[in-house]
């Protein structure tokens, strides 16, 4: 989170173990999970369909979220588990760990996965869809392992993973493939268990809708405040996402395809915030992309502005009013009570500038129906051209194309729902 140096303790790219101490999973079978493999073959395959379009008899939906702590307690284990291999020491951690202390110790991330999962139940009730949910976290209990063990004693051998993640890059996808690899090689279920993944959803209509209707929101809330302001140089909606280093930025997404700086994450945001900025019909409101909660050396490059530069900029150019996008979120967790809701929103303050911060998707109906529609879309093998997308960057794909989103610090992992490199 924000204004924290964690950089490793200098060794380069040591070897990663997985949050539970084991080794990771040996590579073929993992890939063959994903539904890429030919058949019978012992390497990885190379080339497969980007879109999955035969149905498949999924048992249940695999709800992979973050994980975070609940009680002081449990805050430094959480944050040994998140920085896991990158050798940090624990009086490091602990810089990081007065955000969660704030909040005695309790991140609400997990409540929010239990609501979204209680969400996505009565969703699939509704329309009459009998898949199960199972919920299972990267970083803590409920781990992954948990909800492979669980899925197994219930008898499920196909699971579909719904990440809690919009966009490309390593922290935002890869990773969570590979701790899918991980989770099946510390079980011993990888020969066993199928996990497939729906793809990345920043441009599903069920995502975006939320933001469009709280950029309408926010502004017409600043003009309730703020009388005889003007739209088109008085305000400014600044779309904040989670910054990356730059290395990771420029990985993300398939390395054939050319998005320029910032690789397919930055791409991806940018495309999503244009839309968001026509459907709210507020095209005429000056907008940007800013970062938020770099972590790191100070001498390693990460997405900028931060957005706390971004906005000390406002008053001189005009700005009385600042409408903050947590575009990159899919939840109010720790990233966005803390980095906007605290040290954003007292950026604005202090610059006299009145502001909100609008809405994250968190059990928004739309957003649960879409994440049903993701599912559904790879239980009937739904055609690309029949598949919703809201940039012209998608439909994104349902196995992530040779090297996406790795990380070229930490190495390389074996992961599923992908093609090898
Ligand atoms: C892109 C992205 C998302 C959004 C996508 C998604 O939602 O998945 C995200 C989400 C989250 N990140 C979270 C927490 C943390 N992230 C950390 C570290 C890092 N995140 C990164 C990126 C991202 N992170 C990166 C590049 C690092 C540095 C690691 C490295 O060098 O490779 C650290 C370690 C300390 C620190 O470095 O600050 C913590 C504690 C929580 C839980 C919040 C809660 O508890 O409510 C959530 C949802
Ligand atoms: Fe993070």
């Known amino acids: 989170m924000a204004a924290t140096n964690l950089g490793s303790t200098g060794a380069a790219a040591p070897e990663r173990e997985s949050a539970r101490g084991r080794k990771p999973a040996p590579a073929a079978e993992a890939y063959c999970a994903s539904g890429a493999c030919v058949p019978g ?23 992979a979220g973050f994980g975070g702590p609940e009680g002081q307690d449990d805050v430094i284990p959480f944050l040994r588990n998140v920085t896991s291999g990158r050798g940090i020491p624990d009086e490091r951690l602990e810089e990081v760990a007065h955000h969660y202390r704030h909040f005695d110790g309790i991140s609400p991330i997990n409540q929010q996965n239990r609501e979204l999962k209680a969400a996505l139940e009565a969703e699939l009730a509704r329309r009459g869809v009998e898949l199960p949910v199972i919920w299972g976290n990267r970083n803590w209990d409920p781990y992954l392992n948990d909800a492979l063990n669980q899925a197994n004693e219930r008898g499920f051998t196909k699971l579909i993973a719904i990440a809690t993640s919009a966009y490309s890059s390593y922290s935002s996808c890869r990773q969570y493939r590979e701790d899918f690899a991980d989770a099946l090689a510390d079980t011993g279920l990888a020969e066993t268990v199928q996990i497939d993944k729906v793809r990345q959803f920043f441009d599903h209509p069920g995502f975006v809708q939320p933001f469009i209707e709280g950029v309408r929101d926010g502004l017409a809330e600043l003009e309730r405040r703020v009388p005889g302001l003007d739209r088109t140089n008085g305000i400014e909606v600044l779309f904040a996402t989670h910054s990356i280093p730059s290395t990771d930025a420029a990985k993300s997404g398939p390395a054939e395809r050319g998005f320029g700086e910032g690789g397919a994450y930055a791409a991806q945001h940018r495309a999503v915030a244009e839309v968001v900025m026509r459907e709210a019909g507020t095209s005429d409101v000056p907008w940007q992309l800013v970062y938020q ?15 706390n530069d971004a906005i000390a900029e406002l008053p001189g150019v005009g700005r009385k009013a600042v409408v903050i996008v947590p575009l990159g979120f899919v939840s109010d967790h720790m990233e ?27 059990t928004h109906p739309a957003y649960v129906a879409g994440l049903v529609d993701l599912v559904l879309e790879r239980v009937n093998g ?26 070229v610090r930490l190495g390389f992992r074996p992961a599923l729902a992908g093609i090898a490199p």
């Open 382 to 407: 739904t055609p690309t051209e029949e598949r919703p997308a809201m940039t012209e960057l998608g439909p994104w794909y349902d196995v992530c194309r040779p090297g996406c989103c790795e990380n």
């Open 41 to 63: 073959a012992t390497e990885p395959a190379q080339s497969g369909p980007e879109h999955v379009t035969e149905p498949v008899a999924y048992d249940a939906i695999l709800l």
């Open 293 to 307: 909660s770099r972590s790191g050396p100070p001498s390693m490059p990460w997405l900028e502005p931060d957005i």
């Open 336 to 362: 966005v009570l803390w980095d906007l809701d605290n040290e954003a929103l007292e950026s604005c303050e202090e610059h006299g500038l009145e502001a909100v911060r609008v809405p994250t998707p968190g």
